[in-house]
């Protein structure tokens, strides 16, 4: 079994709008073989909970406004540190980076086919690494 053409759908336009909130490390798992409750994750990050608030009210609206879907759960609004959207056919999750980091998600679908995203999207890998070393500078004095 595979993602559905539908779910595809809403993955790429997430993946866009999360991109255009400048979200970091957005990445798609097709998980529809080890899950039966979804076909596939969208997982992005951001440095602040602000940030995560703004890219999580931007797939909301965007997905609404484009394709008509709505989800049928939202979690952990109230800290923004990760928020859930649950659109039944895909759940995508928004974390803060030190809860990305903590939690690691990738690691848990790392055996799940990842979903070619668009190009803003993928352009996005790693932004949360270059960030946190321009934030925190070179470490142990090193000289860059």
């Known amino acids: 079994m595979t993602a559905t053409d539908r779910s595809i759908e809403l ?15 957005i990445i798609a798992y097709d998980v529809s073989d080890v899950l039966s409750i979804t076909d596939a994750f969208l997982l992005a990050s951001a440095p602040s909970d602000r ?3 703004s ?14 879907a709505k989800p049928v759960r939202r979690e952990g609004d109230r800290e923004a540190r990760w ?8 759940v995508v999750h928004v974390q803060h980076s030190e809860e990305r ?42 000289l860059s």
């Open 11 to 25: 993955i790429n336009a997430a993946a866009q709008a999360a991109a255009d909130k400048l979200a970091h490390d």
């Open 51 to 53: 940030q995560v608030k």
């Open 55 to 68: 890219i999580v009210d931007e797939i909301e609206e965007r997905l609404n406004k484009e394709l008509g």
């Open 83 to 90: 928020v859930l959207l649950d659109y039944v056919d895909i």
């Open 101 to 142: 980091v903590f939690y690691a998600l990738e690691r848990l679908w790392k055996d799940c086919p990842e979903l070619d995203l668009p190009e803003d999207a993928k352009a996005t890998r790693g932004k949360a690494a270059a960030h946190a070393e321009a934030t925190t500078g070179p470490e142990d004095g090193e």
